[in-house]
């Protein structure tokens, strides 16, 4: 008898409703169940990543997909306080950004992002490249084993 799929959750970091909007209709998947969890800016992303505040019962993650450009703590930070810490640096993040700067890509990756999509302008395109990274994430790749634990 096969093993029961585990939901995912994902954590969605992005202040700008239209493209939350599109983002989480385009990762509905009927074969991978996933909760998706939204937040709209660093500070917030990191009190859910951290559990605390009104995020004490927050899942751990299993993904974040993360907006370079948010107001306060911006994306850059919340990927740099992520994998300097011991609980959340195994979480994969892919930063999701309208920036298509070389100098961003560089720094995401040197903040050891998973993953760079830059947002197409299209609205096709947008759809497609997020569909294209739920298969990639969802499908083909496995995401780290959470612990039976998700207390930081």
Do not use: C
């Not at 585990?6 to 385009?26: F, G, K, Q």
């Not at 911006?74 to 309208?98: T, W």
């Amino acid at each position: 008898m096969a093993e029961p799929v585990r939901p995912l959750d994902l954590l969605l970091v992005e202040d700008n409703d239209a493209d939350t909007h599109l983002t989480v209709t385009a990762l509905r998947d009927a074969l991978v169940p996933t909760r998706i969890h939204l937040v709209k800016d660093g500070e917030d992303a990191i009190a859910f990543l951290r559990h605390t505040g009104a995020h004490a019962e927050a899942p751990a993650p299993d993904l974040v997909l993360l907006d370079l450009n948010l107001s306060g703590v911006d994306g850059f930070q919340v990927l740099a306080e992520m994998k300097s810490d011991p609980n959340l640096k195994k979480i994969p993040v892919i930063v999701i950004s309208g920036s298509d700067r070389t100098e961003d890509r560089a720094r995401a990756y040197e903040l050891q992002a998973a993953g760079y999509l830059a947002k197409p302008a299209e609205l096709d395109k947008y759809f497609s490249a997020i569909r294209s990274l739920k298969d990639h994430w969802f499908h083909t790749l496995s995401v780290p084993l959470k612990q039976s634990s998700s207390s930081a």
